[in-house]
């Protein structure tokens, strides 16, 4: 099957029901559903989105996500009004300096910490993993710092490690 360059320069973006779903988290969506939701910024082609996730057939999850009303391509938004929406979603726990971080967003950028660390790093990541789970709000940052640096260190991570970090970033809505 031949896949035109079209499909694999797409840009998504989250729409105002996408940004409620990362926060509220209703279920509906599976755990790789949910990862490719998290990742899709505005700024990653369909192929990048891709290559980050291994995923086969994306296309038809990007489908599923855009007929469920939580994203949509980049060109078909409203100009100012759902990116301006989309941008400051983010930004409310950044506004204070202490680490407020809702406990259910904490734990599914552990969740996604570990996964990305077990896939791309393997048996090596056993000590990583192990201090992902023991995360909390106060030695977080410290925690996705050494994460990071993990995945940039190795020859399999070393290319989306910068897309790793925003969707971690962009998850617990630190800066």
Known sequence: ?????????????????????????????SARQRRLLILIDGTKSS?????????????????????LGLIQLKNQALPEKINTNIKQAPAAPQSSRALNIDPLLLEQA?????????????????????????????????????????LRQSNKARSHADQYMDAVKTLIGIG
């Open 1 to 29: 099957m031949i896949i035109s360059s079209e499909l694999l320069d797409r840009i998504y973006i989250k729409t105002n029901q996408g940004q409620k779903e990362i926060a509220k988290r209703s279920g509906s969506l």
């Open 47 to 67: 192929s990048e989105l891709a290559g980050l996730l291994a995923e086969f057939e994306l296309s038809a999850k990007l489908d599923k996500l855009a007929s």
């Open 110 to 150: 552990k969740k996604l910490m570990a996964e990305s660390a077990q896939c791309c790093l393997g048996i090596m990541a056993r000590s990583l993993i192990e201090e992902i789970k023991q995360c909390n709000t106060n030695n977080c940052k410290l925690t996705i710092a050494r994460w990071n640096m993990a």
